[in-house]
């Protein structure tokens, strides 16, 4: 659950939404701490690389003439864009 929604359940009833906590999360829920402290992060580490060349392929998109493209010619944008940064889509 992101921070969006916990902070959406911060502001509604919780027990109509019949919502449960793990006891340290409820814990630092109810003691009003910051959102950034509480529970256990989620995702995948970032990668720097890879994350230049989704920029890369959202400014390709952004400048584009067109208006629609096929999956694979996005991905053959973004193994292009990933050339030219040396990493790997």
């Not at 950034?36 to 989620?42: F, H, P, T």
């Not at 959202?58 to 010619?73: I, N």
Request: hydrophobic share 35%; net charge negative; proline share 2%.
């Amino acid at each position: 659950m992101g921070k969006t929604r916990v902070c959406s359940l911060r502001r509604s009833d919780l027990v109509a939404a019949e919502a449960k906590y793990h006891t340290d999360c409820y814990l630092l829920f109810s003691s009003n701490l910051a959102l950034e402290n509480s529970c256990v992060r989620s995702g995948r580490p970032t990668d720097a690389d890879k994350q230049e060349a989704f920029k890369k392929l959202c400014a390709f998109l952004e400048t584009s003439e067109d208006c629609q493209f096929t999956l694979s010619k996005l991905y053959d944008v973004l193994k292009e864009k990933c050339a030219e940064i040396a990493c790997e889509p």
